[in-house]
């Protein structure tokens, strides 16, 4: 009779997600107006972390569809954030870096006696894998990004690793995904959703509809969805569709959405300033003009939040920098940041 094996010991030291509340309302915090994509995901990182995730392959799959800036590679950011507690704890390949066969070899290594052997770590190794997870959790984040650039010995690889969770490098290493979750993205079908944003719903007002729930909006949603899937199955072959667990397509942020982006950005260049400046960090306030400005020269609907974080450095941290090493930014007080409709840039004032 078969010898009962025993079951793995389950890290029990609890998320960071878990100790500030639920994993699902931490996402939503981080990632904005894309719940529908959070709630996919969640059901997957609770089901390995009861320890019911399925053997032999990773904790989940997906594939991120839809327009540029809307939060596809942030999702994979807040993921690991919400497990780790840093959202840079994961693995990220950036499939335009591995167009060509001989750039695909160096995720797995050179095999013993090829040139460049000694020098070519894998990219996709066993301890890179275990690197990335954390005392909080053994689940590792790991994102492929733009896939859609990859070679298709790339798309290859990666079969093995969707289906069996397993890869072997060119050193013969074994290396397991199954304390993985993965995710994939891709901008096939952009311009074709993009022309259907611009022709359906209008500049940022009318894609706020889409998350209002009428039936119009789920209609256009639902249009967006089939866009992205017509290219996506036009690209790769349904062996390799099949192993994904859901195609997410985000949706194009809306004008109440990119504020609150801009929000959260904004509270992270104030935490910025304390950490980097520590007993020299002053107080930033934002005036409403100078917030509009800043929405309005970092995001739209074809780039979504995508230049909101530039805008932010070059109209607010680069200024700022001049300040600080010319003395002009005395420690402790309050700055305000206005924007002259003038001189058509920012502006600070020392507020007393
Ligand atoms: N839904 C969102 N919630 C919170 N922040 C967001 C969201 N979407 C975008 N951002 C902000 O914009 C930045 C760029 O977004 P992200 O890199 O996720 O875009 P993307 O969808 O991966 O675009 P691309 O297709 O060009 O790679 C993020 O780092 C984040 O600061
Ligand atoms: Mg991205």
Excluded at 122 to 142: D, G
């Amino acid at each position: 009779m078969a010898k009962l094996q025993p079951l793995p010991v389950k890290n029990q030291r609890p998320t960071i997600a878990r100790q500030t509340g639920s994993l699902s309302a931490f996402l939503r915090t981080r990632l904005l107006g894309q719940d529908h994509a959070l709630d996919a995901v969640v059901p997957y990182l609770e089901m390995f972390e009861a320890n019911l995730n399925p053997v032999g392959r990773p904790a989940g799959i997906f594939l991120l569809l839809g327009p540029t800036g809307t939060g596809k590679t942030r999702t994979a950011e807040v993921v690991a954030e919400a497990l780790h507690g840093s959202d840079r704890q994961l693995l990220r390949v950036d499939c335009g870096e591995y167009q060509l066969d001989h750039e695909v070899a160096k995720l797995v290594g050179a095999p013993p006696g090829y040139l460049g052997h000694r020098e070519t770590q894998a990219v996709l190794s066993q301890q890179r894998l275990e690197s990335i997870s954390s005392e909080y959790s053994r689940l590792s984040v790991v994102l492929f990004d733009e896939i859609e650039k990859a070679a298709p010995s790339m798309t290859r690889i990666l079969l093995g690793i969707l289906d069996k969770a397993f890869l072997r490098t060119g050193d013969n290493n074994p290396v397991s995904f199954e304390n993985s979750i993965i995710f994939l993205s891709s901008n096939l079908g952009v311009n074709e959703m993009a022309r259907l944003s611009r022709q359906g719903m209008g500049f940022l007002q009318g894609c706020e509809a889409l998350s209002s729930g009428t039936g119009a909006a789920e209609a256009r949603e639902r249009k967006l969805h089939e866009t992205a899937m017509f290219a996506v199955r036009k690209r790769f072959a349904p062996e390799f569709l099949n192993r994904i667990d859901a195609f997410l397509t985000y949706r194009p942020l809306g004008r109440d959405t990119l504020e609150a982006i801009l929000e959260q950005l904004l509270m992270d260049v104030q935490v910025h300033l304390d950490v980097r400046l520590g007993l020299q960090t002053f107080q930033l306030c934002f005036t409403d003009e100078c917030r509009e400005f800043l929405l309005e020269t970092g995001s739209s609907i074809e780039f979504g939040a995508r230049e909101l974080k530039r805008s932010i450095q070059h109209w607010v941290l680069q200024p700022l920098a001049s300040m600080v090493i010319h003395k002009q930014a005395p420690p402790a007080q309050r700055m305000q940041v206005d924007f002259s409709a003038k001189e058509g840039r920012t502006v600070f004032r020392l507020l007393r």
